[in-house]
């Protein structure tokens, strides 16, 4: 912090003016001929006095109000960097409070955080599939669960080169592997040619056999569960924990970790219970492609 500190040189010459003014105008305003006399010397001492104490009370309220003027910007700066700091310490205890509530996924979360530091916490901008296929790739290593929601057609995984990720989903032993694809009416077309392209097919299964893979319309996976306000966007949760989404048109990865409470738990156990119901809007890809 700066410092302020009076300059009683600068007093003394400021009450010394003072003196000196006030002296002036006492004995222009007596006359010079009177200002001389012996009577007058109280007057004059009286001038000198006044003039000093009022040159040095004007100058010390000057000083006084510069120095509150600087400590007033002072503390503003103080008050911004404290915002600061605390809004660090905020995202660093947010961040750690992440990585202890899921050490298993402590790698793929580290990477994450440290990718999106430079940019709002938990989002990612700027993020193409490639980079996103590998964020899930690091988190595959260390699940023992998966679910996720794909909102592209077959097609995507291979236009994408998303085959390394899909094998290492395969191999990976875990306890479920379950994986909803919600299709938009604009891509019911391209959907449709993928499940009749024998090399698409292909190419799916060879990657994911392993995979449980349901396939619904977004618009009758709205009708099944209204209590949704939207459809996700692709998405994959391991061990009901780490919950990493993707919009590719804005190319923004966001992540979290979510509790049992979430809101994505209860669309996958929603999704789960059609499934036991053989709900017939709610398809199980086939492993063969469809009819020419």
């Known amino acids: 912090m700066p410092t302020h500190e009076l300059k009683v040189a600068r007093l003394a010459l400021v009450a010394l003016t003072g003196a000196l003014v006030l002296e002036i105008v006492i004995t222009f305003a007596v006359g010079l001929r009177e200002a001389f006399t012996v009577r007058q010397i109280p007057a004059h001492l009286a001038a ?19 120095t509150a003027a600087e ?3 002072v503390a503003q700066q103080m008050q911004t960097s404290f915002e600061t700091l605390t809004t660090r310490i905020t995202y660093q205890d947010k961040a750690l409070d992440m990585l202890l509530a899921c050490p298993r996924h402590n790698d793929a ?15 990612i901008p700027l993020v193409g ?3 996103y296929l590998d964020f899930l790739r690091r988190a595959v290593v260390h699940s023992d669960g998966y679910e996720g929601i794909q909102r592209k057609p ?3 995984f291979m236009k994408s080169n998303g085959g390394g990720y899909l094998d290492d989903l395969s191999k990976r032993n875990m306890q479920y592997k379950v994986r909803l694809i919600i299709i938009d009416e604009s891509d019911k077309n391209q959907w449709e040619d993928d499940l009749h392209d024998e090399n ?7 990657h994911t056999e392993t995979v449980t893979t349901f396939w619904i319309y977004a618009k009758d996976f709205l009708s099944e569960l209204p209590w949704l306000r939207s459809v996700p966007e692709d998405l994959a949760l391991y061990d009901r924990q780490l919950l990493i989404s993707y919009n590719e048109s804005t190319q923004v990865l966001s992540f979290d970790v979510v509790n049992s409470e979430a809101e994505i738990i ?5 999704i789960d219970q059609l499934a036991r119901h053989n709900i017939p809007v709610l398809h199980r890809l086939s492993r063969e492609p469809g009819p020419k």
């Open 48 to 66: 000198i006095l006044v003039g000093a104490l009022g040159g040095w009370i004007f100058e010390l309220i000057r000083e006084i109000t510069s």
């Open 200 to 206: 698409c097919m292909n190419y799916f299964w060879k």
């Open 266 to 270: 209860r669309i996958f156990q929603a």
């Open 129 to 131: 599939a490639a980079e």
């Open 154 to 156: 077959l097609s995507w």
């Open 109 to 123: 979360l580290s990477k994450l955080i440290k990718a999106s530091i430079s940019d709002n916490y938990k989002r």
């Open 71 to 73: 400590t007033l910007k």
